[in-house]
């Protein structure tokens, strides 16, 4: 095993921590810096549960090494709101009460925002393939994909 | 499988230039080279990877990442010069690229029906070739296009025909001080097309099986055809003979239905927890009958 110094700027704040070779950034994130919104599901890249933005790009937490991840500026579910004001994907999932046990939310919240950051007028088609890695074992698609529509919509001043 | 902490216990090393990473490789045992992790680090939880002492972590090699045309002739690319791909260029960093998917349709389309846009931020082609799993979506059209490898060592360079790197599931050509180091896609010729084809349960699953076909059409004659196959042998299969034998023919129905007959009869595939064989032998026909159909209208022809 190796230890690292790394440097993480997430949700605006900046972090300097050592880390072990073996360690997850994901471990790092809810067990290390207390940010629990980014959930473990499956651990292997299937579900989407543990998704995170690397500067635009939603990526698996699970499946990145913190060493790996040093330099990086990451923003969890926790740093998506300013402040009291819900960004429009989660106020959208409020609004169409898109949540059901809620497991699956911050990950679908994350790639959603990552869809919207690349594509502001997407197609369901467009966001159902967006999503595809992400599982909701409520089943709760239906909202989720009409809550980023309408987020989308918002976005555009419409 | 949970947990949240890798059980192995390896070193971390992140070489800055190609020359290190070699020396690496040639001095070190139980050395993995981790470009997207989305395979590697999966393996290493779920054990099913044999021991590990280094993970080498090539993306601070910043000359290895481009996905790019090229005409530098040491890539192995042919008179039309070659795409470009560096062994830590990303799914999306590659599909995204506007002349990968102008040169190169069946490719993108291959990369964008894996996993989803997560995992491919992160995971490159790279990797998907250099695990050698019989079923690697990225490797099926790329041995239609012709792609050449280049494998590097302190001891220098070779190239080699994507359809000859694979030896089984797993098992490559590369030698123990070796690493990939480019996948050079040649630029297709005029008059030439190619298609994918993939059938899963749902778009992000591993394909039960898999179909890429490149064809150069000469009028209503085939000059070159290459087919491929995923998920129907210990390795991605180059189709070779069969394909090669469709040269100089006239492209119909019938040839097309011979030439699905003959794949059926050729292949052995196994059952696995993703299908069983009768299923894939039944369905391969079809894939090769759809597959030259479309590779054969992309390219410009008529079919009556």
């Known amino acids: 095993m190796s230890k690292h110094l790394i440097h993480l700027t997430v949700n605006g704040k900046e972090h300097e921590l050592t880390v072990a070779s073996n360690e997850l950034l994901l471990n790092v994130l809810r067990d290390r810096l207390y ?73 679908m919240v994350i790639t959603s925002t990552a869809l919207l950051r690349e594509n502001d007028d997407p197609s369901e088609a467009e966001i159902k393939d967006y999503l595809r890695g992400n599982y909701c074992r409520c089943t709760g698609y239906v909202a989720m994909i009409k809550s980023v529509m309408d987020a989308a919509a918002k976005m555009r001043g419409e | 499988m949970g947990s949240r902490i ?43 990877i044999s021991h590990v002492d280094y993970v080498m972590d090539i993306k601070h090699i910043k000359e290895l990442n481009y996905a790019c045309l090229c005409d530098e002739k040491q890539c192995g690319s042919t008179a039309n010069g070659a795409f470009c791909i560096g062994p830590t260029a990303t799914l999306n960093q590659i ?46 059209p790329a041995i239609c296009y012709g792609a050449a490898l280049t494998l590097q060592s302190r001891r220098g360079k070779r190239i080699v025909a994507l359809e000859d790197f ?54 209503t004659l085939i000059k070159r055809c290459r087919i491929a196959m995923g998920s129907v042998a ?24 011979k030439t699905a007959q003959m794949v059926k009869a050729a292949l052995k595939p196994i059952s696995d927890l993703r299908t069983n064989q009768e299923y894939r032998r039944a369905i391969s026909s079809v894939l090769v009958e759809e597959g030259l159909r479309l590779a054969w209208r992309n390219a410009g022809g008529e079919l009556k």
């Open chain 2, 6 to 48: 890798l059980l192995s216990d390896f070193a971390y090393l992140a070489p800055t230039t190609l020359a290190e990473a070699l020396q690496i490789l040639a001095e070190k045992q139980a050395v993995k080279i981790l470009a997207g992790g989305t395979d590697l680090l999966l393996r290493m939880k779920l054990g099913t």
């Open chain 2, 234 to 257: 210990p390795l991605p299969l180059y189709v070779q003979k069969i394909s090669e034998g469709l040269a100089g023919l006239e492209m119909n129905e019938q040839l097309i239905a």
């Open chain 1, 35 to 107: 940010l629990t919104g980014s959930k473990y599901g499956c651990g292997v890249g299937d579900c989407g549960a543990c998704s995170i933005l690397h500067g635009d790009e939603s990526v698996l937490s699970c499946l990145v090494l913190a060493v790996e991840a040093d330099g990086w500026d990451i923003t969890t579910v926790e740093g998506l709101a300013d402040g009291d004001q819900l960004n429009p994907v989660q106020q959208a999932f409020l609004d169409n009460s898109a949540v059901q046990c809620g497991f699956c939310v911050p990950g």
């Open chain 2, 95 to 140: 599909a995204k690229n506007g002349d990968l998917s102008r040169l190169f349709p069946a490719q993108r389309e291959a990369i964008l029906a894996m996993a989803a846009t997560s995992v491919r931020n992160r995971g490159t082609m790279a990797g998907n070739i250099c695990n050698a799993s019989p079923v690697a979506d990225s490797a099926i």
């Open chain 2, 166 to 219: 694979f030896r089984g599931p797993g098992e490559t050509e590369l030698e123990k001080d070796e690493m990939l180091v480019n996948i050079a896609l040649p630029v297709p010729p005029a008059d030439s097309g190619a298609a994918f084809i993939k059938k899963s349960r749902v778009k992000p699953d591993i394909a039960k099986i898999s179909l890429g076909v490149f064809i150069e059409r000469d009028g």
